[in-house]
């Protein structure tokens, strides 16, 4: 009789487990060693990676082996290297070594921290480093879950924004008794379509798109203007977005003007400061942070720039209620005596899902791994890095760049034009050791170089910028 297969590969057998995941730590280890080898992106067309896959699922348990051979033989090959270290591209979905260990706890412990009950040290470890990066950050004390603010780790910024939406649209109801279809939402036309997603999910009766000054920020009397003609005709101004660092060029609104106007008005104030928010561990970049005491909700990215892997963004309140208020419901079976003491956070309030990984045992890991020493000191790299590459920009007779660089991204135009531009983003990303985003600003093409991988170094900054200018 032959054995049965399955009993030979029993995926609950733990010293098997233990065997494969050294095998598989070995794996991602030489995968990020290997990764400046590779090409940025690898050559894939529609359809490759499904090519390689059986049409059914496996009927039988196969051995692990076989399931790790195929990261090499179907899954690398098809994959753009988000941690190469010539990675320039979008904004950086970093992650690190001690981010990968604690994803690995997590999927460990597998624990459902949606109400503290359900497992008190994935609400109490989320609470307590959010508060840790209260003062990391330097925003206000009140946002702490101690005082009466507080922080929760969301799947995405996208989700942030489009929760801190919806406590604004009930806060509106409440305040001015109009429906939604009423409501405007305001936020510069530089703001990422996250803000626009959000207002169509949230049902706000209108967006607008505010224009920008010529380093790329909102304009305040341009919102005074659109909000007097708005209520002109009868509608009423629910939400303004602030941003620090919109995705096309970083540029940075005038937080405290807006926010001044958003108290008057009585409209929520969020910031999205979904990539600009980390480099906030660094003091010397807080001026962008002026009038945060004028804010009722603000996000952040730890997975884009704070060596966290996806998912893990931060989203403050100022003031937890009107949050809790707006998402609290509590079917019979989520009754129990701790979160009825009113001592508890439950999570599960905090935002649209109910069920919720343990997402702060990353960020823990992170921030005792670098400390904050060694996050300040890769923002500062990444920066110094950018505003190197842009003095080189500068000084290049047929280079000129667009806007100002606030933090670690460098955008620039060809003088010949867009065709000249864009054909210089295509020579980049041909090369295979780069990887750059060409863009639109103002109906002008332009190349984006964001400088944030956790790899990068100052070498490969220099050896873009010389293939930059031997084709420019
Ligand atoms: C990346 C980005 C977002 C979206 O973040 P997700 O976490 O992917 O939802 C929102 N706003 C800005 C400014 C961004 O750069």
Redesign the pocket.
Known sequence: MSPDPAAHHDPLDLEAFRRNAHALVDWVTDYLAGLEARPVREPVEPGDVRAKLPDRAPELAEPFDEVLADLDRVVVPGLAHWQHPGWFAF?PAQSSPPAVLGELAAAGIGVQGMLWSTSPAATEIESHVLDWLVDLLGVPQSWKTTASGGGVLQA????A?HTAMVVARERCRERAGVTAEQMVAYTSNQA?S?LEKGARLTGFGHIRLLDVDSDLAARPEGLLEVITADRESGLTPAFVGS?V???GTAAVDPVRALGEIARREQMWHHV?A??GGSAMICEEFRHHHDGLDLVDSYTF?P??WLATNLEC?VMWVADRRPLIDTLSVVPPYLRNPASESGQVIDYRDWHAPLGRPFRALKLWFVLRSFGAEGLRRMIRNHTAWARTLADRVDAHPRLERIAPVHFALVSLVHRDGDEATDSLAAAINSDGRFYVTASEVDGRRFLRVSVGSTWTTQHHVDALWEFIADHA
């Open positions: 904004f995405g910024a996208s989700t924004t990422h996250s941003n660092g919109t995705t999205d979904a990539y990215n997975h884009k963004s």
